[in-house]
């Protein structure tokens, strides 16, 4: 039996594993703040129930992340209060965001967590761990697909200029 092939949940955690899980729920609690905060400003339908759904899924990861650093004996980060909902009427206009907005930054954050999983994944001795962000991966690439649908269906997609054809003279 070779080194750290016993019971994954004995085996402890190296410090790249401590800090990355510490430093991903701390980024987790920021994100379902930012989130509930969104649903007070989000005025169309299909982008408030992305982030319910989004606040949802950050819960559990939430949960089972604090389950691991604390079986672990790691201190976990402070949690911001709940936010009040507010109907986005309430907000003044120059100072709500637009659904376009939200939506962008819904995407900038999954292309972030994907970033975050892999490099989690790919520091992770322990193999709960790596499959736990596995399973986190996965959820935000269905989750960025569906940011993408929307995006497109809802015209809030801004595309960066397309390369049609290259300059006359120039090979490749």
Not at 118 to 133: N, V
């Amino acid at each position: 039996m070779g080194i750290l092939s016993g019971n994954q949940h004995e085996e402890p955690m190296h410090y790249g594993e401590v800090f990355s899980l510490w430093t991903y729920l701390t980024g987790l609690k920021g994100a379902i703040s930012s989130y509930q905060t969104y649903m007070n400003h989000a005025g169309d339908a299909d982008l408030f129930k992305l982030l319910e759904d989004m606040v949802d899924g950050a819960r559990r990861e939430e949960m089972e992340i604090e389950q691991v650093l604390k079986e672990n004996g790691v201190g976990l980060p402070p949690s911001p209060p709940e936010r009040a909902y507010s109907h986005p009427e309430d907000i003044p206009i120059g100072a709500r965001f637009n659904d376009p907005e939200i939506s962008a930054l819904i995407a900038r954050d999954i292309a972030t967590g994907l970033v975050g999983c892999s490099q989690i994944i790919g520091e992770s001795t322990r193999e709960d761990i790596a499959m736990l962000f596995g399973q986190y991966h996965t959820n935000k690439a269905q989750a960025g697909a569906k940011v993408l649908r929307m995006n497109k269906e809802k015209g809030w997609l801004v595309l960066p200029p397309l390369h049609m054809n290259a300059p006359q003279g120039v090979t490749v």
